[in-house]
């Protein structure tokens, strides 16, 4: 099952559906009371029961351009750097003890299908990074693993759009709100995959095209920290809720990696996806 809010005659709505071949019904026809994400991921069996009972008459439509957000409002969000072997063997880094992670500004949220204006009067080492969006499904403190991982509700797909030379400072310090929380640096989406048992995250690929030359393509099993442990380190003195969300860093194939470093440039178009997720697309600008 999949949610997301998905505009309409009526504007954006809670929607779900049982899978991209399905179309969007609005929650407020299925369940009474549930009004965000991190809701429906509190009630997901229910929500599903009763979807698959629903008279499709209702249904939105079909299609991924119809969504128009997978954020509740006012969620956290939290990005993990440095979590896949394979993007440590290209920057030559050494393996972290501990996650490293930093916040993604709210104004850096975009929809599944975006134009970045790239900011080049900013920054002209802009970056692409497909990631997996760990979507929480009730609060946590503290947590360990094991209660990390009951409290996930589902994935999505993201790209940590970021701007090098404030993240790569010699002997200086980094700049995070100019590095990763620019206006349009969160693309998500194109929805929230629950988790359960009809979705094995650990099976899936993530990867990563600008234009038609795929940049990225890593196995999720190539994460240094899981998803449960992602989350636990993040809950450490941090309340965590439904519908907040914390990123996974990203694979090997990064542009600033490449011999010479390749940066975004206007008429570039940007495809993140994941297996048994969806894909995401940004044109820039």
Known sequence: MQIAYVGGPAGSRLAVRLDAQHSWMAVDELVDGVVTIGGVLGRPDEVRERLVAADPAGALGAGDDLVTGCLDPGATVVAAGLNFHSHLAELGAAMPSEPFCFPKNASALAPPRSRLVLPLEVSEMIDYEVELAI??????????????????????????????????VEGGWVDWIKAKGLDGFLPLGPAVTVADAHFDVGAARLRCWVGDELRQDEAVADMIFSPAALVAYVSRGLTLRAGDVVLSGTPGGIGHSRTPPVYLAPGDVVRCAIDGIGEIRTEMS
Do not use: K
Not at 144 to 163: K, M, P, R, T
């Open 135 to 168: 979507v929480l499904g009730a609060s946590v403190r503290d947590a360990s693993e094991s209660e990390a991982a009951a409290a996930i509700g589902g994935f999505s797909v993201a790209n940590d759009v970021s701007a090098r030379d404030f993240q790569v």
